[in-house]
């Protein structure tokens, strides 16, 4: 499993020169990227999540665009639309930011659901269609989008359809102490995020070899005892009391897949529970439908993957 593991190694060292630590984050976005995935990121401003999107773009040598998402964007100004050329006198095609590799949907929450939707096709089908014609998206095209968790007046919450779409719900936190002073003294030697190339980030992965990481995460062995464990995990969820709405199999699915990709990235051609432990948190958290009383009570998501974790035996 070199060439996953090279990527995720090359990939993450070269983020280290501009991100100061998230190391969870910036593992779980180039696990999402192998595996043709999506992500939403959750943070208060401030917190690097635009800055990890341009600098994982520079990475791979992606195209990148951000979209900040308000409440009277169109889904044309996403996809694009259809214009008449008098000069030529036929229809032509202007292509909206959508048809980028990596596309930072910045507050996604503060658009209508009309254009939220519009995301839909595109991220499941890596296609979108204007006019009744199908357009083809970069086979390495990802979604990164972030959300405010604590300014909601004035949004619009994704529907369960639409958060279903994401493979993984990442939490961006507030750096730790040292983390934060490094990131000061970084600054005051004269780092800027606007500045990237000042800090020699070098594109070390290609289409090529995303496309061969991929072809060699297929062959990562799952054993019998984890595809049941991964099934009870997801069946477990739908019998929470706690929840009106537990994994759906896409999501069993996403655990099946992803895992596959972390071993890789971690140089095994094969699956342990660990795998699939880890990556349930991102997997489920957004995929979960709680209960009202359980949301009065203070519960959250990620206690409820734990609780399931815990009462299903680990497969040896």
Do not use: W
């Amino acid at each position: 499993m070199s060439t996953a593991r090279e990527i995720m190694d090359r990939i993450t060292r070269e983020m280290a020169k501009a991100i100061v630590g998230q190391e969870n984050v910036v593992q779980n976005l180039v696990v999402a990227v192998l595996t043709g995935g999506h992500v939403l990121m959750e943070g208060v401003p401030g917190l690097a999540k635009t800055l990890m999107g341009r600098t994982l773009s520079l990475t791979l040598a992606a195209d990148f665009v951000r979209i900040q998402f308000t409440p009277d964007l169109m889904p044309s100004d996403v996809i694009g639309t259809t214009l008449f050329d008098p000069q030529l006198g036929e229809f032509r095609l202007k292509k909206g930011p959508i048809f980028s590799e990596i596309v930072l949907a910045d507050e996604i929450n503060r658009t209508p659901p009309k254009t939220q939707a519009a995301l839909l096709e595109a991220m499941e089908e890596r296609r979108v269609s204007i006019e009744g014609v199908e357009h083809p998206l970069s086979s390495v095209f990802t979604v990164l989008a972030t959300q405010n968790p604590i300014e909601y007046e004035g949004t619009y919450p994704l529907p369960e359809a639409q958060l279903d779409r994401f493979t993984f719900k990442l939490l961006v936190g507030y750096p730790d102490r040292y983390e934060e002073l490094e990131l000061l003294k970084r600054y005051h030697m004269g780092f800027h995020s606007r500045n990237l190339e000042d800090v020699g980030i070098e594109a070390v992965a290609n289409h090529d070899d995303i496309k061969a990481a991929r072809e060699e995460i297929k062959a990562v062995r799952v054993d019998e005892t984890i595809l049941d464990y991964i099934n009870e995990i997801a069946r477990s969820s739908r019998e929470d009391d706690d929840l009106l709405l537990g994994a759906s199999p896409r999501a069993a699915i996403t655990i099946l897949l992803t895992s596959k990709t972390l071993a890789a990235c971690r140089g095994r051609d094969f699956v342990v529970p660990d795998d699939v432990q880890e990556l349930a948190y991102p997997t489920l958290r957004h995929r979960f439908l709680l209960r009202p009383e359980a949301e009065i009570e203070g519960i959250r998501p990620d206690e409820v993957v734990a609780r399931i974790l815990d009462k299903i035996p680990v497969p040896r």
